[in-house]
């Protein structure tokens, strides 16, 4: 039962434009959400958060949307950089729950 | 380094050998997870640990694997009479609380079988 879901494999964007990526949860439980960022050979990274109370959470290149009615929540990397390219997966909890669901990653390409 | 530490970082085992995966949490982190990636997909929790506690295992099948996390010593990993269904890659994530995200990931071990 895949309660978090990332429709798009993959993507591929230019350097210095906006990469957004999306992500869409099924379990109405959920109200803390995550994205990883992952390398090859690597563990996942964590990158930014937000909490159901917020639409909205910015941590300099990276902005999170979060939807609660659409139970949808997107990342835009802006401007984007070879660097970024990696695998981002979405990643969501319940209030004081330990357990992380995982989609199955979107694969973000950079093309100088 | 004061990140979670996992070993070995690749494992190869024949059908029906065992396979055990370590895990030495963050510092000053206490509660640690084992989370399973199968080819093209996400990763799915399988336990999660407190030092000498086994808290959740419902994410773990129910024969052949194991996990223990000791008051001395790395959290382990038993799988044991391996089949080619456990080729994976396993990793670990730690905490200083239960609910405190983010969790912090270990580099992961892949396990292969042959």
């Known amino acids: 039962d895949q309660q978090v879901k990332q429709n798009s494999p993959s993507l591929s964007v230019q350097e210095g434009r906006i990469s957004i990526l999306n992500c869409d949860y099924t379990?109405?439980?959920?109200?803390?959400f995550l994205w990883y960022k992952k390398y090859p050979a690597e563990g996942p990274t964590f990158l930014i958060s937000?909490?159901?109370?917020?639409d909205k959470n910015e941590d300099g290149r990276f902005t999170v949307f979060l939807n609660k009615s659409a139970k949808h929540l997107s990342l835009h990397i802006v401007p984007s950089q070879p660097g970024d390219s990696a695998v981002y997966f979405c990643a969501a909890s319940r209030s004081n729950d330990y357990k992380l669901s995982f989609g199955a990653g979107t694969t973000v390409t950079v093309r100088a | 380094n004061a990140g979670v530490m996992q070993n070995p970082r690749h494992l190869v085992r024949r059908r029906g050998q065992e396979a055990r995966l370590r895990c030495s949490p963050m510092?000053?982190?206490?509660?640690v997870y084992w989370y399973r990636q199968l080819p093209e997909e996400g990763l799915k929790f399988m336990v999660y640990?407190?030092?000498?506690?086994?808290?959740?295992e419902s994410g773990m099948p129910k024969e052949r694997f194991s996990a223990e996390f000791p008051k001395e010593g790395p959290s382990i990993l038993r799988i044991q009479q391996v089949v080619r269904g456990d080729s994976a890659a396993y990793f670990c994530?730690?905490?200083?609380?239960?609910?405190?995200?983010?969790?912090?990931f270990g580099d992961g071990t892949r396990l292969s079988i042959l």
């Open positions: 379990n109405s439980m959920f109200d803390y």
């Open positions: 640990l407190q030092k000498e506690n086994i808290i959740d």
């Open positions: 510092k000053g982190h206490s509660h």
């Open positions: 937000i909490s159901s109370i917020k």
């Open positions: 994530a730690s905490s200083p609380q239960q609910d405190r995200q983010p969790q912090h």
